[in-house]
């Protein structure tokens, strides 16, 4: 019976273990949840930049920003893609990452509070604007 209970165990846990396993091909959780976070920042900035400044097109900024990103974090727009795919198919995963944003924006919203919030000054958008 022992012997039974041990190998039923032993399935059990190896059966689930893969379950949330991400494939070496797909970025990874921490690293994908960062280049989602800024992915995201540069949406608004570029919406931001727009509303300010009427001859910024709002689309061809946020690609500019986005492939900024993608080098920044050494990944292409395919690898992107593909991993944005893998985690929209598996939603438990993808959850878990948004859930880590939403923890990530709350600290960040909680110590601009306590410092004081200062938003971008003009000049400073100019400055990555010119970083190209």
Known sequence: MKLAVFFLTGFFLISCSGKNDVPPEIIQPK????I??????AQELSA???RKDSAINEIA?????TEKIYEIHNITSVDFDKSYL???NHPEMMRTIFDSMTSQSQRQKEERTKQGY????RDTIKKLRTNE
């Open 61 to 65: 900024e946020t690609k500019i920003l």
């Open 86 to 88: 893998w985690y929209t």
């Open 48 to 50: 931001a930049m727009a």
């Open 31 to 34: 690293k994908m949840q960062n």
């Open 36 to 41: 989602l976070w800024d992915v995201i920042r």
């Open 118 to 121: 200062k938003p971008f000054k």
